[in-house]
Nanobody, 129 residues
């Protein structure tokens, strides 16, 4: 199983920006799609963004389209989430996750929690109004 460690969370004012990072170690993450999910207090974990291994498909939740950008550097085994124009409703713990199946060149990437088998510990993002 791959180990995932998120970083980059913090407190920011509305309209500000943060960049989250997710470093993978252990089992090679080669060929695996990656995703970011978030969970606010009292709410279910929800999909934010995902990226295929090649970066040829990057779906986003409607709530973050145009504001967030997911990217990856396979040489560094790291996935990023650039978050701009942050809103108070973006406040949540953000989790990085790796797909259960190595899909390599496929353009398919899931947006469902159950399709991801490795998870990080999460990083808190708080946006003040």
């Amino acid at each position: 199983q791959v180990q995932l460690v998120e970083s980059g969370g913090g407190l920011v004012q509305a309209g500000g920006s943060l960049r989250l990072s997710c470093a993978a170690s252990g089992r090679s993450s080669s060929g695996y799609a990656m995703a970011w999910f978030r969970q606010a207090p009292g709410k279910e974990r929800e999909f934010v963004a995902a990226i295929t291994w090649t970066g040829n498909n990057t779906p986003y939740a409607d709530s973050v389209k145009g504001r967030f950008t997911i990217s990856r550097d396979n040489a560094k085994n790291t996935v990023y989430l650039q978050m701009n124009s942050l809103r108070p409703e973006d406040t949540a713990v953000y989790y990085c996750a790796a797909d259960k199946i190595a899909r390599y060149l496929s353009s398919y990437v899931s947006t469902r929690v159950g399709d991801f088998g490795s998870w990080g510990q999460g990083t808190q993002v708080t946006v003040s109004s």
